[in-house]
């Protein structure tokens, strides 16, 4: 079964830096594509980062390109993702997501079967 725990949310100041994990618990080689989504509230859950585990190629929002990264360490099945430049915009509840690439569209809920609880991001002006 698959399980997925997200960790290091909290708050920040505007322009600080945060790092958030995802320890992934069962996954296989199918589970080929990590993602990141946040959903603030009122808002719809959007996709902010992913990466296909088995090429290394990483995908971004505009709104956070330059800004956050995306990466996974095989040895630990964990998913980072590391936040700069913090926005207040950026504050969400943050999710980590697995799936198997089907190569369309990674922001794609649709993409992703398994998802983790969230970890709360609070970022102050």
């Known amino acids: 079964q698959v399980q997925l725990v997200e960790s290091g949310g909290g708050s920040v100041q505007a322009g600080g830096s945060r790092r958030l994990s995802c320890a992934a618990s069962g996954v296989t080689y199918r589970h080929n594509l990590m993602g990141w989504f946040r959903q603030a509230p009122g808002n719809e859950r959007e996709g902010v980062a992913a990466i296909y585990t088995a090429g290394g190629y990483t995908y971004y929002a505009d709104s956070v390109k330059g800004r956050f990264t995306i990466s996974h360490d095989n040895a630990k099945n964990t998913v980072y993702l590391q936040m700069n430049s913090l926005k207040p915009e950026d504050a969400a509840m943050y999710y980590c997501?697995?799936?198997?690439?089907?190569?369309?569209?990674?922001?794609?809920?649709?993409?992703?079967?398994?998802w983790g609880q969230g970890t709360q991001v609070t970022v102050s002006s």
């Open positions: 997501a697995a799936g198997q690439w089907s190569g369309v569209w990674w922001a794609s809920r649709s993409e992703y079967k398994y």
